[in-house]
């Protein structure tokens, strides 16, 4: 489940004001709750033995959950039934005889979980509980969330996916929120993505600023800070005390950037007299405060350049520009200001955003 935050302008562009965030809470958490549920009633070695030796029904029996989970019957206290395939049924009578129901009442009484007429019978309470989980986390991330100082004029809540087709969550959301938001739900909410990723793709221009959901860096050499940076990190080079595997941020998470932007960040030198290649790899961290390229959670994205810097008169005083240009991808080009050269490289600027 992500959740992000979009502001529409009078000429209909779009602002993204706050970052995608969110986590595992959406449907396919609810699909792990009906498949615990299932090992808590048959067993696991049984659900296990049936999911390794027919597939094909296990996709079948988890296909008709995931219609089951949209449907009202929950709503109104009926009950939902899941139909069980045949090799279900068939092992097992096999290993438990012909008494479906008995391996049910070693967990259940009552009319809550049974078996009837080949079918998984489930409870109003039973169906719920399946789905409390991630509804309890999406209302908390989203009160969380809206208490974030750029998101006070929020006015409306628009819930798409197929998550948001779930009479449960609606429910929720509305007696949660309705109070403060407008709550919008389109019809088939579980293409809205989709179409709304096919109208992107004709208007790309339409979303004229993003906010960076993680730190975009490049490695370098820094000046060794005693007390500050790891001993580990100490390297002389040229005569000099240097911090190796430094992150140095190019762009900051949180940060609102404009479409089409060009950004001119921290200039860089060789640190040898004699070098004349200048080489930058991309990184990204979910901590704005990162300070290694090692450090937990750095990750090391796709695409690399090597600048041609030929002219060392001026031995290390000599500088390497980065320019970032937002897009749907953000290019980076690097430029010797002593000669003229660049090169270039893309960074995916969606998929990454919203890891």
Not at 49 to 54: A, P, Q, T
Not at 219 to 232: I, Q, R, S
Request: hydrophobic letters at 35%; charged letters at 30%; aromatic letters at 10%.
């Amino acid at each position: 489940m992500d959740v992000t935050a979009h502001e529409i302008e009078d000429d209909d562009t779009i602002n993204e004001i706050y970052h995608a965030t969110g986590g595992d809470y959406g449907g396919t958490n609810v699909d792990k709750e009906f498949h615990h549920l299932l090992n808590t009633i048959f067993g696991e070695d049984f659900i296990d033995e049936f999911r390794g030796s027919h597939p094909s029904d296990w996709l079948e029996l988890m296909n008709d959950f995931e219609v089951k989970k949209r449907a009202e019957r929950v709503m109104t206290g009926e009950v939902t039934r899941i139909r069980l395939p045949a090799n279900f049924i068939n092992l097992l009578r096999h290993e438990n005889g012909d008494d479906d129901n008995q391996i049910i009442r070693q967990h259940y009484r009552g009319d809550e979980v049974k078996i009837s007429k080949d079918y998984l019978c489930l409870g109003s309470d039973i169906v719920k509980s399946l789905f409390e989980p991630a509804i309890a986390s999406i209302v908390r991330h989203l009160k969380k969330l809206l208490k974030e100082k750029d998101l006070r004029g929020i006015k409306l809540l628009f819930l798409v996916g197929g998550f948001s087709e779930s009479p449960l969550l609606q429910a929720r959301i509305r007696k949660e929120f309705k109070s403060q938001y407008s709550i919008l739900i389109p019809h088939d909410a579980q293409t809205a993505v989709v179409k709304g990723a096919v109208m992107f793709g004709k208007r790309p221009h339409i979303v004229v600023e993003r906010c960076l959901s993680e730190t975009y860096g490049t490695e370098c050499y820094a000046d060794f800070v005693p007390g500050l940076d790891k001993e580990n990190k100490r390297e002389i080079i040229g005569g000099k005390v240097r911090c190796k595997d430094f992150f140095s941020v190019l762009a900051r998470e949180n940060e609102k950037v404009k479409i089409g932007e060009c950004k001119k960040t921290s200039q860089y030198s060789p640190i040898m007299a004699s070098q004349t290649r200048i080489s930058f790899s991309f990184f990204t961290s979910s901590n704005p405060d990162v300070r290694y390229t090692t450090d937990w959670g750095v990750r090391r994205l796709p695409g690399c350049i090597t600048v041609k810097s030929p002219d060392t008169s001026k031995g290390t005083d000599r500088v390497i520009e980065l320019r970032l240009f937002f897009e749907t991808e953000i290019k980076v080009v690097g430029v010797d200001l002593e000669t003229g050269n660049e090169e270039s490289t893309y960074i995916d600027f969606l998929s990454h955003a919203a890891s």
